[in-house]
């Protein structure tokens, strides 16, 4: 199993900045792809960003050039660093992961931007 706690969320204005880091329960070094999603109210879970475990990463078309996902193996942490954020990125984030061909989610963290 493997157990995922996201964090970092809150409010910021827009234009703003905001890292989120997803803590997992065991070595990512296992887990071939790690990925962020959010859902805003009333719409579906968005894929945001991916990162695989050698490191290639792929974005949505609406967070390209704003948003950069990572990952530190030492501390079996994925990262997502967003910024210029947007009223229109308010959503609950989700981190994600495969693991022995089981989907496992975190509990979401809401990101909200206003002024």
């Known amino acids: 199993q493997v157990q995922l706690v996201e964090s970092g969320g809150g409010l910021v204005q827009p234009g703003g900045s905001l890292r989120l880091s997803c803590a997992a329960s065991?070595?990512?070094?296992?887990?071939?792809?790690m990925r962020w999603y959010r859902q805003a109210p009333g719409k579906e879970r968005d894929l945001v960003a991916a990162?695989?475990?050698?490191?290639?990463?792929n974005y949505a078309d609406s967070v390209k050039g704003r948003f950069t996902i990572s990952r530190d193996n030492a501390k079996n942490t994925v990262y997502l660093q967003m910024n210029s954020l947007k009223p229109e990125d308010t959503a609950v984030y989700y981190c994600?992961?495969?693991?022995?061909?089981?989907?496992?989610w975190g509990q979401g963290t809401q990101v909200t931007v206003s002024s």
């Open positions: 994600n992961a495969g693991y022995s061909m089981v989907t496992y």
């Open positions: 065991r070595s990512i070094l296992s887990i071939n792809v």
């Open positions: 990162i695989t475990s050698g490191g290639i990463t």
